[in-house]
């Protein structure tokens, strides 16, 4: 486990569990709600707060797609689930490249050397998690490098896990939701109108959503009652996709900027699904920004 501090922030950081995070707390405020999920093995039962999506985001339908003329079919990496997620960069040991009091790099390569790393993804690659502590809060990067031989196509976002208690609300502008399937897949893309228009804030209390959304204009806010400071989330314009994942039950909701919808590679025929296609040696990444109503204060005492 790797600390950071800096003005009144402590930053925890787990390379063994895939560069996840465990806690950032704003003078003495925990922001994160870490959450142990027994259905992602590979997370070894840990608790974390937030945790990087690579080299695809969200689902890919029975692990199968296609691209550059070949079939490809991944391995099921949560229990219960045919549909492989969040991508394998999750599930393995990162290296920590450098490491100040208020600043971490960390570094996972990926390479498909048997069937087993093949059924994780079928390319390799060269991923970079920067986190890094500033007066206003936490500064997220996140790199991918194509270190294979041929194109290959990826996608890219970050979970993190706040706390959801009755009086919670979430605002953000976004053009449209996706509706869902019983296995999370998306079936049905509307306007956010109604119910879906979170651009004046929505209580979520008693609201369980498991959606993403598109057009995301890269700023949420997230109001907390009872003294916890409210969030901001900024993200830059490759994440143009957010998806919210709210379980009110277990007292978190996770917004989750991502570079593309759910089962994006499948989806040849939606506008603006967001499958980026990286040339070898080339590079794609951006910045998410957090910043806590408590950073702006002065460090106590």
């Not at 500064?139 to 194509?146: D, L």
């Not at 949420?220 to 994942?245: K, Y």
Request: hydrophobic share 40%; proline share 7%.
């Amino acid at each position: 486990m790797l600390e950071l501090t800096r003005d009144g922030q402590r930053l925890t950081i787990l390379p063994e569990t895939g560069a996840a995070l465990g806690q950032w707390q704003v003078h003495g405020h925990d922001m994160l709600r870490p959450v142990a999920n027994p259905a992602l093995r590979n997370q070894k039962g840990v608790a974390v707060g937030a945790y990087p999506l690579l080299p695809y985001v969200n689902r890919i339908a029975e692990g199968h797609f296609s691209f550059g003329g070949e079939e490809y079919r991944l391995t099921p990496n949560m229990e219960g689930c045919p549909h492989p997620i969040h991508g394998n960069g999750w599930e393995h040991e990162w290296q920590i490249a450098h490491k100040t009091d208020s600043h971490a790099i960390l570094t996972f390569d990926h390479t498909p050397a048997d069937d087993a790393a093949k059924g994780e993804w079928p390319y390799a690659y060269r991923a970079v998690m920067s986190y890094e502590l500033r007066a206003d809060g936490l500064y997220v990067s996140i790199v991918m490098r194509n270190s294979d031989k041929v194109d290959q196509p990826v996608g890219l976002g970050f979970h993190p896990f706040f706390h959801s208690e009755a009086g919670s609300r979430l605002k953000f502008a976004a053009d449209s939701v996706w509706l869902t399937d019983d296995n999370s897949l998306p079936i049905e893309k509307k306007a956010c109108e109604g119910e879906w228009d979170f651009s004046k804030g929505q209580a979520l209390e008693g609201r369980a959503l498991d959606n993403g959304f598109t057009g995301f204009a890269g700023h949420a806010q997230l109001e907390q009652p009872g003294g916890v400071p409210a969030l901001t989330v900024e993200a830059d314009s490759i994440f143009s996709h957010l998806v919210v994942f709210s379980q009110p039950k277990d007292g978190y909701v996770a917004i989750e900027p991502v570079t593309s919808m759910t089962d994006a590679i499948n989806r040849p025929e939606v506008a603006g699904r967001g499958v980026h296609v990286l040339a070898p040696g080339q590079s794609f990444g951006g910045m998410i920004r957090f910043r806590a109503e408590a950073s702006r204060r002065p460090a106590e005492g």
